[in-house]
Every structure is written in C-alpha cells, then in structure tokens.
C-alpha cells in the first residue's frame, strides 16, 4: 500500500523534466522501484523511454544497481538469543514502571481549576474596573462639586485676580512643608 505522505513513483515516472528536477527525491524513489519491480507496466515503458534518451539517469540507475548489488554481498547475520530475550525483558519492566494514564487526572483537574480561577479573577476584575470609572471620575471632580455654590457666587474672573493679588489666601494656596 502507498503511504499518502511519499510522493507516488508511477506519478513521478511520467513528469516533465522540469518537475523532476524540482523534485529529485521522486525521480530516486522511480528508480528505486524500477529496480524493485513495483511500477506497472505503463510506468517502466515511460521510464525505459526516458532511460534510452537520458545518459544522465542511465548513470544514476547504474549507481543504484550497483549499491543494491553491494547490500545483498553483505554477510546476513541473526540477532542472538540473550539479546533477544533482555531486550524483551528490559520493555516488561519498563511497561511496568509506567504509571496508569488515570494517575494523571488529579493533575490535569487541579490545573484546570487553576486556570479557571485565575480567568475569573482577571475578568472579575476587569469589569470591576469598567463599572467604577464613572464613579472615579467623580470623586476626581469632587473639589469642584463641593465649592460650585462659591464659584456660582463669583461673577467674574476680575475679582478672583484681585483676591490673588491681595494675596488673601495664599496660605491655603502654599504647599504643606
């Protein structure tokens, strides 16, 4: 079966040039199958087409056949008992050192809750801080709002200017030490 993520051989086979050689690891995997024997019948003629014209991939196709002819030239060699069998062993134990994954769960509630709690701080507040604005916008005015019956009562800025000038309350007006 064709893994879907590997581009398809029997496609390749058939490319333009200037496909093939933005792809050249599709020509490889052509030639690789040519010389496994997987492509269909359509796709080795276009392919041995292609080979009679092309010195270039005649060149590769031999470098290929000659590293398949040096794999099978090496010695096979079968894997020993006690290797086999500590292997085995060493996956048991690990499997059972491994915690159960519903071990996991008191974590990933408490992490949860966490998370939660800490959304509904910062929402909480957020919209603490939207609904007070009016409210601190008034107290910011409030100097003004208690003495608007003094400021009513003067009836132009002339006669602040000539209480500034007697410097009548310039103690009040002094920054405390």
Do not use: K
Not at 5 to 21: C, F
Not at 59 to 67: D, N, P, S
Request: hydrophobic fraction near 40%; proline fraction near 7%.
């Amino acid at each position: 079966m064709h893994d879907p993520q590997q581009p398809n051989p029997q496609d390749a086979a058939s490319q333009s040039p200037t496909e093939r050689s933005e792809n050249p690891d599709a020509e490889e995997q052509v030639l690789v199958a040519y010389l496994d024997g997987e492509l269909d019948t359509e796709a080795a003629t276009q392919l041995e087409s292609r080979l009679s014209r092309d010195a270039e991939l005649r060149g590769r196709l031999r470098e290929l056949q000659q590293t398949w002819d040096m794999l099978d030239a090496l010695p096979q060699t079968q894997p020993n008992e006690s290797f086999v069998e500590s292997t085995i062993e060493m996956m048991v134990t690990s499997a059972q050192t491994v915690r159960p994954r519903w071990h996991r769960w008191p974590i990933r509630i408490a992490l949860g809750v966490c998370a939660f709690g800490l959304t509904a701080l910062v929402a909480f507040q957020t919209v603490r801080q939207i609904q007070s604005q009016p409210y601190r916008e008034f107290v910011r005015d409030m100097d003004f709002i208690e003495n608007v019956d003094t400021y009513v009562a003067v009836r132009d800025i002339e006669f602040l200017e000539q209480l500034y000038e007697a410097a009548i309350f310039t103690e009040d007006l002094a920054e405390p030490p």
